[in-house]
């Protein structure tokens, strides 16, 4: 990420909880000079109030962009504090769930500039991944500029459709804690089995991290690499018959988690 127009006219992070910390730090290992960054956050962590970064003082007149991290629905109370930045043509950047284009700009002026994006908490280690949608203002520049903040931290997709945003919410944005879910039932089934829980844990942590990596990093499909550890009657395909069982099993499972995000998502947004 090319961060010399951030390190220019400087950063905006209006809320600092967990994604916001996590945007932040990977921001930070990146490069973004603390001088740079102006942090709106009333309840400051420790953790912030030792980086270096503005907080809660008087902002950048005309700073490059401005990242909404606050929750949706303190979004109302929160937005006026960076309203008037859009005439000065700073790029608002959302990340707040369920919280639409319309709505967003209802609040910060018809004019401004908006780019709708929903990372996850990855990016605190580079890793993450993040979805993004631009309004009718936010032209081509402004949308190299939102992918290349957020690129910095992680993958970055571009969407054809607002409405596809409820869908990512609850499929990545969400995700690790499904995954960190799993890592937890992982572990306590192991120690059901008679291991240590220290040693549980670390089987479970190392076995989803690197099959995760060689599901990204392999040229063959998820279903193929499944098949790849699966020996007929063995160990493996004994698991599987629980996990892949249409009515009980994981599948099943998983849609019907991802439809209650999903649906949440769609709440919030009205």
């Not at 956050?41 to 008087?58: A, C, I, R």
């Not at 309203?83 to 790029?91: F, K, M, Q, V």
């Not at 949608?133 to 500029?145: P, Q, Y």
Request: charged share 15%; aromatic share 2%.
């Amino acid at each position: 990420m090319d961060l010399s127009e951030l390190n220019a006219r400087g950063l905006v992070l209006l809320g600092c909880g967990k994604m916001g910390s996590a945007l932040l730090a990977g921001w930070l290992g990146r490069g973004l000079a603390p001088a740079n960054v102006h942090v709106i956050e009333p309840y400051p962590s420790d953790w912030l109030g030792s980086t270096g970064v503005h907080l809660n003082g008087t902002l950048p007149g005309n700073p490059a962009v401005a990242v909404l991290a606050v929750k949706p629905q303190m979004m109302g109370a929160a937005l006026p504090q960076v309203a008037g930045l859009g005439a000065a043509g700073t790029l608002f950047v959302s990340i707040a769930a369920g919280t639409g284009l319309t709505a967003l700009a209802a609040a910060l002026g018809g004019q401004a500039a908006i780019v709708r994006a929903m990372p996850n908490t990855p990016a605190a280690v580079g890793r993450g991944i993040t979805a993004l949608i631009g309004n009718a203002h936010a032209d081509a520049a402004a949308m190299d500029l939102a992918e290349a903040l957020m690129g910095a931290v992680g993958q970055v997709v571009r969407l054809q459709d607002e409405a596809q945003m409820d869908a990512v919410t609850a499929l990545s944005g969400s995700g690790p804690a499904y995954v960190f879910h799993l890592i937890e039932t992982m572990a306590a089934a192991g120690v059901a089995q008679g291991l240590p829980e220290d040693m549980a844990l670390h089987l479970a942590r190392a076995t989803v991290a690197g099959a995760g990596a060689l599901a990204e990093h392999s040229a063959a499909s998820p279903g193929q690499l499944r098949e790849n550890v699966t020996s007929p009657a063995g160990t493996t395909a004994a698991a599987l018959q629980v996990l892949m069982d249409d009515e009980r099993g994981f599948a099943p499972l998983l849609k019907r988690a991802v439809t209650a995000a999903a649906e949440r998502s769609r709440e919030l947004g009205q």
